[in-house]
């Protein structure tokens, strides 16, 4: 299947011309922002972004994988990296499967000859931090086909890392361990007797949200050890 999808994004750029690469290294396909933070239950977009470094693009595909585990796709939208000119595209593949933890993503200019050669966002994807831990964002089977209707080679890629953190998680330091326990409680103890010597993620120390580290928030994160237990 993959296969029939990517020779009919070829197809559609074969009424372009040969295009000549000016660029000192091949394009580059990111997930951007290429590190991120988040409490368990928000939801959160990253976007695919493309930087041609001076190729025509005229069609680009990828796979992108996650843990399913920690994350949820909510939503894959299209953008405008390929409609940047006014021109315009259709999205040829858009689907996600959150069992496996997948998403697929294929689109290519229509009704011009001409390819794109400014930067820009190929898609934005809406996930839902579903629990604690950590998530790579993988790109994968990335092709960006040129305006004479062949793959560029040398296309480089930049992946991403999603943290799931819980309010209120604080040992061990920075990030926790997924589990509120007595343990975070006596951490927040002694980032409040000694701050520099019991340094705590402030991000989730604040349990209270009133922009101090205080005894209250002691006493919130004890009801909330107490709650898991």
């Given at each position: ?34 590190d991120l933070n988040g409490l368990k239950g928000e939801?959160?977009?990253?976007n695919i972004t493309i930087d041609p470094q001076g ?172 709650e898991e237990e």
């Amino acid at each position: 299947m993959r296969e029939i999808l990517t020779t009919f994004i070829v197809a559609l750029c074969s009424i372009g011309v040969l295009s000549v690469s000016t660029a000192l290294g091949g394009p580059i396909v990111s997930v951007d922002p290429p590190d991120l933070n988040g409490l368990k239950g928000e939801t959160f977009t990253v976007n695919i972004t493309i930087d041609p470094q001076g190729e025509a693009i005229y069609g680009a595909q990828y796979d992108l994988y996650f843990d399913p585990a920690v994350l949820q796709v909510v939503s894959q939208t299209k953008g405008d990296f390929l409609t940047q000119d006014g021109a315009s595209s259709i999205e040829i593949v858009n689907t996600f499967n959150n069992t496996i933890g997948r998403l697929e993503y294929s689109e290519t200019r229509i009704g011009t000859s001409d390819g794109v050669t400014g930067a820009g966002v190929l898609a934005m994807i809406t996930f839902n931090l579903t629990n604690c831990g950590s998530s790579d964002l993988t790109l994968s089977n990335v092709i960006l086909a040129n305006t004479s209707a062949q793959p560029i080679s040398g296309v480089r890629l930049n992946n991403s890392t999603v943290h799931g953190l819980i309010r209120g998680d604080l040992a061990p330091y920075p990030d926790g361990n997924c589990v509120l326990n007595m343990g975070d409680v006596i951490r927040l103890l002694n980032y409040i007797h000694d701050e520099e010597k019991y340094p705590v993620n402030e991000y989730l120390a604040d349990l209270n949200l009133d922009g101090e580290i205080d005894v209250d928030d002691v006493m919130l994160l004890l009801s909330y050890v107490g709650e898991e237990e």
